[in-house]
Structure formats: C-alpha cells, structure tokens
C-alpha cells in the first residue's frame, strides 16, 4: 500500500508562487503515474495536471496550463507541482493521486490519493 503525502500549501497573494510537494511511502512510486487534482469550496474535484513513470508524458488542465508545471524525482519518491502566476481561482485542496494505470489517474479513479494540502490565493 502506497501512502501519499502532501506538504507546501498556504497562503499567496495573487500573482505569487507555490511549489507542492508529494511523497510516496513505498519505492514502487517509480512505477507509478503520479497525478494533481484540486477541489474548491462547493466545487467538484477536477484535473489539474498528469506525470507518467518516467517524466515523458505531461498533460494539464486548460487553466492551468502555461502556469503550473509537473514534476518528479524518483530516487525522492516524490512528485512535486510548481504553481506560479497564481489566481485567486486557484484556491482549493490540492491532492495528488497516483496508479500503475495512467487512466486511472487522469480520470481520478486512481487507487492512491493524499490526503491534501489548502492552498489560498488573495487578492
């Protein structure tokens, strides 16, 4: 069982940065699609960014795209989400989710979740 760890939410004016970070429990996150979601107040959780095992395959979110970048280490067991040029529309939980399936990812109906980290943006 993989646990998941997220850390580096907080507070940001808009227009500031923040990095998440994710840490994996077990060695097999090298294998594992590693993923970003977030959920807003009174919102349902959506996509935010994808990474498969090997750092080749990325896709984002539409809003933030150009904004946020994804990233890992797997000698760290750690996957990591650069966000800059933040909007206050950016709020949320964030979690990261990880599978051996990449759809399952990207759908959100991986078998590993977080257990979230709030990231508030002001004005």
């Known amino acids: 069982q993989v646990q998941l760890v997220e850390s580096g939410g907080g507070l940001v004016q808009a227009g500031g940065s923040l990095r998440l970070s994710c840490s994996a429990s077990?060695?097999?996150?090298?294998?594992?699609?590693m993923g970003w979601f977030r959920q807003a107040p009174g919102k349902e959780r959506e996509f935010v960014a994808i990474?498969?095992?090997?750092?080749?395959?990325?896709y984002y979110a539409d809003s933030v795209k150009g904004r946020f970048t994804i990233s890992r280490d797997n000698a760290k067991n750690t996957v990591y989400l650069q966000m800059n040029t933040l909007k206050l529309e950016d709020t949320a939980v964030y979690y990261c989710?990880?599978?051996?399936?990449?759809?399952?990812?990207?759908?959100?109906?991986?078998?590993?979740w977080g257990q979230g980290t709030q990231v508030t943006v002001s004005s």
């Open positions: 077990e060695r097999t996150f090298s294998t594992l699609t």
């Open positions: 990474i498969n095992w090997n750092g080749v395959n990325i």
């Open positions: 989710n990880g599978d051996g399936d990449f759809i399952s990812v990207r759908t959100g109906s991986s078998k590993y």
